[in-house]
């Protein structure tokens, strides 16, 4: 009986040691291996600033392209750091297969309007930050002007956001300015009135107020017949004709 368990557990440990051996032979064969392809994806579908051929041109270590380059000396977390460096890049994610080919998922910085100063010119991205502008792609979004050089933009996000997420909005308002006390007013596709927000407060409140106003301006048309149309006040919107 005693005997059965020590052929038992020699056994066990023959096999434990044979599959040790292969897999530390197998690692250090996949390790030495070269990687062969640069596969990019992007998150979403629009390719906004950037394609696979930029992606693969950030893709440099030792001075020369991953690819051909053995999987053991790719170093993926400082890659992750140098493609994220890029200003249209929010996230980067990579990872390699045993096929020899390294997978570059991309997030890209998303433009939510362009700002306008006299001494530059960049856009606003989904979270609030600043991006240059791009020789290959030239964003479809809503300009603000009036902003002095110190201005925080800040309380501008939460207005942004709720018009790119709204596709009515999306289309409608195509501008934002501040005046010197730091009041804004819209610009509009669909006129040559003028929206006077105000202060950026009860932005949620103010743009259902509008929503509101438009339905019945538009269906009896009457909405031609204003310059401006005051929604800062509280429960009430006032249009001058």
Known sequence: MRLKKIIKYATLLTLLTSI???????NK??????????IVAFESDERFFLNQSMVNKLLIQNDS????QAKSVIDLYRLEEKIA???YIEKASLFMTIDGALHSIIKQRTPFARVIRKDKIYYLDSQGKEMPLSEHFSARVPLIT?????????????????IMADDFWKKEIIGIHFNDTNDCTLTVRS???RI???KLKRTDQKLRKLKAFYSKAFSDQSIRKYKTINIQYHNQVV???
């Open 191 to 193: 006129g040559d009135y």
């Open 65 to 68: 392209s991953v690819q051909n």
């Open 239 to 241: 249009g001058v004709k």
């Open 196 to 198: 006077e927000f105000g």
């Open 146 to 162: 009036g902003v002095k050089k110190d201005q925080n933009l800040k309380p501008v996000n939460h207005l942004l956001q709720k």
């Open 85 to 87: 460096k890029n200003p």
């Open 20 to 26: 040790g051996f292969l897999y530390g032979f197998s």
């Open 29 to 38: 064969r996949n390790s030495m291996k070269k990687l062969e392809t640069v």
